[in-house]
């Protein structure tokens, strides 16, 4: 059973959380840099992905200039350059871009406000070329799996609005407005992923889609909406993909989802994330044994909800063992925590996760 832990911006870590492992490990925390300012995501370096038998790696470039932000106490990160968090005579930082803004309370874990993740230059042939050199380094160097995210730069897949209501709106209001705008958005997809299938297809393994579509007790639209507007969409874009390369698709899907998982196969996702079984209808067993056999389900293997951060490392070791148990049987399922840790986590909890995880991972 493969682990992963960073290798997406929902299967990975805090950069608080993550200093704090580090430090009970006994490694450097003078190194640590932050490839999402939004939700205070570490970069997991080599030595915490061998130490807990990990299999794949995140693909994004480090930035060519950084600047080092202690937001408090002995927290230390480096940052992009252009990066300018202020700290208010309240304790919250504040990033500002443009007219975008985000903010982070007095001892608060992450950004909230606008979703400021874009820090690179250049043209998108640019930054392709870094994500490019990049995942031609992951090959040719590691064992490491990874997925064309494009997050910090700004090059990531369009998503075709499946928990957005406004979109849900227009599709009532002008539907033939809803569809040029969801051609545009996959003609701009194609045409980007046109790029990178040629320039770098050969050595990642995976890309992402994202398009969060339940909330955590039912969908935030429809499924007829969902059929209609967003399906078809994926649907060309996996086909896009599959006929031009041996790259699988991952999709991350937030929530009470269980009802789409039919349509999400039948687009040609061949992975979903973060599998949130503390949701309303994503039973463990139920979706093992109904969609299994169809689709690789990537998470699910330790309930960050209601277990990770508030239970005993105890806890967390039978919480991961059932789990792992339900999902692994016949393969199709890579470990991870539902969605990120968070930063309050225990390290003693999160080495438990893992090294449980690792213990259960033989056939």
Known sequence: MPIDLGMHMSTGISIFAYWDLREYLGLPTDRIWIPDMVQGLA????????RF?????????????????????????????????????????????????????????????????????????????LYAREAERIYKETDYATNMLGYSRGLGMENYGG???????LAFDNPARLREIR?????????????????????????????????????????DYVEAFCMPYYKRFCAFVHE?????????????????????????????????ISATGMDPQELKDEFGDRICFWGGGCDTQNVLGSGTPEDVAENVRHLVRIFKPGGGFIFNQVHNILGNVPPGNIVAMLDTAYGESFY
Not at 53 to 76: A, S
Not at 244 to 263: E, T, W, Y
């Open 43 to 50: 970069y997991v370096d080599r030595d915490i992905l061998e």
């Open 53 to 129: 038998h990990c299999d794949c790696i995140l693909l994004e470039p480090l930035f060519p200039e950084t600047r080092q932000w202690n937001p408090r106490g002995k927290y230390c990160f480096a940052i992009p350059a252009t990066a300018d968090p202020r700290l208010r005579e309240n304790g919250e930082w504040v990033i500002q871009k443009g007219n975008e803004v985000m903010r982070m309370p007095a001892d608060g874990y992450f950004f909230d406000g606008d979703w400021i993740n874009d820090w690179g230059e250049g043209s998108e042939d640019d930054r392709l070329a």
């Open 163 to 169: 928990g957005v209501i406004e979109d849900a709106i």
């Open 183 to 223: 051609e545009a958005q996959l003609e701009k997809s194609i045409r980007r992923m046109g790029k990178v299938i040629d320039r770098f297809g050969r050595y990642i393994q995976m890309v992402t889609v994202s398009d969060d579509m339940g909330g955590q007790s039912g969908l935030l639209c429809g499924t």
């Open 244 to 276: 031009n390369s041996d790259i699988k698709v991952f999709m991350h899907n937030c929530g009470a989802i269980r009802p789409l998982i039919p349509q999400i196969i039948d687009a040609g996702i061949d992975v979903l994330n973060p599998v949130q």
